[in-house]
């Protein structure tokens, strides 16, 4: 992008000098120039150096040469060889040709932030009409000494590249985060060359985090998908993905949800965001209601602008440009909204700042958007700042490239003059806590209900067994369910005290029961008292079809065993055939008389005209 930016600083000078007369009264020279400036549109730098030195060897004053061979030695990233043409040919060229040789050395340096060197070398410039542009030379001055100022007062912030298992890949760029300490970003596993793809971890604690997986094979195909932004819940994903049979421009915004454990098939959103161009760059508010993006449709400021839509039932609202508060004739780009929903991140280059693109901060007021603050150093540097994200916590995720290409991600801790430490405002606080096995501590993903008389939500933990609640319901009690454990309700109080929920496993020969299932002697009539215990087990029963359950009868040592064993048989079938009228199926049930046990104690021989009920087998 640094490289990009410097070739619009020169191009702007190659079409005004196009429309001026060459300096030279040689056509065989004009001839040639020709020749080196149509070498120079097509890459062949190396050639048009060679024709363009024969050239002065020749007219050491045809300054338009000598611009152009400035020009060549710029995107050869030799700033030594291009001031030599500056001290060589200083007195051959007319003042307003120097100025703009002056002017765009001073242009490079300032984008690999050499801004000592650059505001000498604007000193230099001796003319008041620039002939380049004055409104862009004033812009750059005010950019150098503005980076000369932020040098000299950086934020006190440190940078810390992510540890493994993260940054396994040649590049991964483009964080989004959610509330529970998921990141979802986009990986690309060939320099430059491979297919982008969308990936996601989970922050477990200070230093560990989970091996990075594919966010769904839903979500990812063999074409591109990438640059998304997933809600403070987890629960709702947009992402750009180009080149889909669907896409409306060459790249479209397409979103997703997370439901009964599994993301949605994507769903283009549609001509009300996307357009017949480039739509990227997503960015949810925390509630997953209002979109901000990029685009290159034609109704904007510059060539990439930043837009904004809002949900309405189960469409978008048409995108609304956010107009010259935070657009420029530039691009901008790489929006991020805070949780607040007021305080926007994003990048641009068409403002005041250190080089390239720079992070800026604007807050959305009753009135409009705030002008826009440049975050500043050590934030902003020469280089690009794109694809930030702020997690809950404060921590700024980013990426960072380094010489050979590859692309990190990094994060540092954000200082509260950047973004406000604020909760996501609710009439309530934000219900967040962890689902866990009771006897490995394991995290589990598991269904999690928030129950407040006939209102509930329900809010499943993710494979890290967080969860969390961001809708406005004023819950009294929690129910947590999954297959293979038993239920665990908690009242909001206990919840509050302790956000741990911790889910009994069930284990093969287990007794189902609370209270026990006694008969009178010699029946197999059921008792009045035990219809409740009956309820709670068929709700339980239906509950968990994976679970395999005997009803097991038994008597006391009363009578003989061929008797005793009928009657076990019968005691055992009444309570099979409750709960099926109960539950209405019979697949995971079965009954078994077992006969007497044999007790001399007359209390434990009352005991024993029972019915139990265990597990035969769990499956989860």
Same mark, same amino acid.
């Given at each position: ?267 283009? %959103?549609?001509? @009300?965001? /996307?357009?017949? #161009?480039? $739509?990227?760059? *997503?960015?949810?508010?925390?509630? +997953? !209601? &209002? =979109? ?29 440009? %956010?107009?010259? @508060?935070? /657009?420029?004739? #530039?691009? $901008?780009?790489? *929006?991020?909204?805070?949780?607040? +929903? !007021? &305080? =926007? ?29 440049? %975050?500043?150093?050590?934030? /902003? ?240």
């Amino acid at each position: 992008m640094r490289v990009l930016y410097l070739i619009s600083f020169l191009l702007l000078t190659l079409t005004t000098l196009a429309q001026e007369e060459l300096h030279t009264r040689r056509s065989k020279l004009a001839e040639a120039y020709s020749e080196a400036k149509g070498l120079v549109d097509v890459g062949n730098l190396f050639k048009s150096e060679e024709i363009l030195k024969d050239i002065l060897k020749k007219d050491e004053s045809f300054d338009e040469a000598i611009l152009l061979l400035h020009e060549i030695h710029i995107k050869r990233d030799q700033p030594e060889r291009a001031n030599a043409i500056i001290s060589n040919y200083s007195k051959e060229v007319e003042p307003r040709f120097l100025n703009r040789l002056l002017v765009i050395q001073a242009n490079y340096h300032y984008q690999l932030g050499e801004y000592e060197q650059a505001r000498k070398l604007l000193s230099n410039v001796n003319s008041p009409v620039y002939q380049i542009g004055s409104e862009r030379v004033a812009f750059l001055k005010e950019s150098i000494e503005f980076s000369i100022r932020q040098l000299e007062t950086p934020l006190d912030i440190d940078f810390e590249k992510l540890p493994n298992p993260l940054n396994q890949f040649e590049q991964q760029y483009f964080p989004s985060a959610t509330v529970d300490g998921r990141i979802v970003f986009t990986i690309r596993d060939r320099l430059g060359r491979g297919d982008e793809d969308l990936y996601t971890s989970y922050f477990h604690n200070e230093s560990v985090w989970s091996e990075p997986v594919s966010l769904s094979d839903q979500i990812n195909s063999e074409r591109n998908e990438g640059a998304a932004s997933i809600s403070a819940d987890g629960r709702t994903l947009v992402f750009t993905s180009c080149n889909r049979p669907d896409n409306i421009g060459s790249c479209d915004l397409y979103v997703s949800y997370f439901r009964n454990d599994t993301w949605t098939k994507p769903l283009l %959103l549609g001509p @009300e965001v /996307n357009s017949t #161009e480039w $739509d990227s760059q *997503p960015s949810l508010t925390a509630n +997953g !209601e &209002t =979109l901000y993006f990029v685009s290159m449709r034609e109704g904007g400021l510059g060539k990439q602008d930043i837009w904004v839509s809002e949900k309405i039932g189960d469409n978008w609202s048409p995108a609304v440009n %956010l107009g010259p @508060e935070i /657009n420029t004739v #530039e691009d $901008d780009c790489s *929006p991020f909204i805070y949780l607040d +929903g !007021e &305080t =926007l991140i994003f990048s641009t280059r068409g403002r005041v700042g250190m080089g390239g693109y720079d992070l800026f901060k604007s807050i959305r007021q009753e009135r409009g958007w705030t002008r826009p603050e440049n %975050l500043g150093s050590p934030i /902003n540097n020469a280089f690009d700042q794109i694809g930030y994200c702020i997690s809950a916590d404060q921590w700024a995720y980013f990426s960072s490239s380094n010489a050979t290409g590859r692309i990190f991600l990094q994060r540092f801790k954000v200082p509260d003059q950047i973004v406000p430490n604020v909760k996501l405002e609710f009439e309530e606080p934000l219900a967040y806590g962890r689902v866990v096995d009771a006897v490995s501590l394991e995290p589990l993903s598991a269904d999690v209900f928030f129950i407040h008389y006939s209102d509930t939500i329900s809010r499943p933990s993710n494979e890290n067994g967080q969860f969390l609640l961001t809708e406005e319901l004023n819950y009294s009690q929690l129910l947590a369910m999954k297959r293979g454990y038993r239920n665990s309700v908690l009242s909001k109080q206990k919840f509050l005290s302790d956000s741990t929920i911790r889910l009994q496993p069930f284990q093969e020969g287990e007794s189902l029961l609370q209270e026990p299932i006694l008969f009178d002697f010699d029946s197999y009539k059921l008792r009045e008292e035990v219809y409740r215990e009956l309820d709670r087990l068929a709700v339980l029963v239906s509950e968990h079809p994976e679970l395999q359950i005997e009803i097991q009868g038994y008597t006391d040592s009363v009578g003989s065993n061929e008797y005793n064993q009928t009657l076990s048989e019968k005691r055992a079938k009444s309570v099979y055939d409750y709960l099926v009228r109960k539950i209405g199926r019979t697949e995971n049930l079965s009954y078994q008389g077992y006969g007497e046990i044999f007790q001399n104690d007359l209390h434990l021989a009352l005991n024993d005209r029972k019915v139990t009920i265990i597990t035969r087998t769990v499956v989860r």
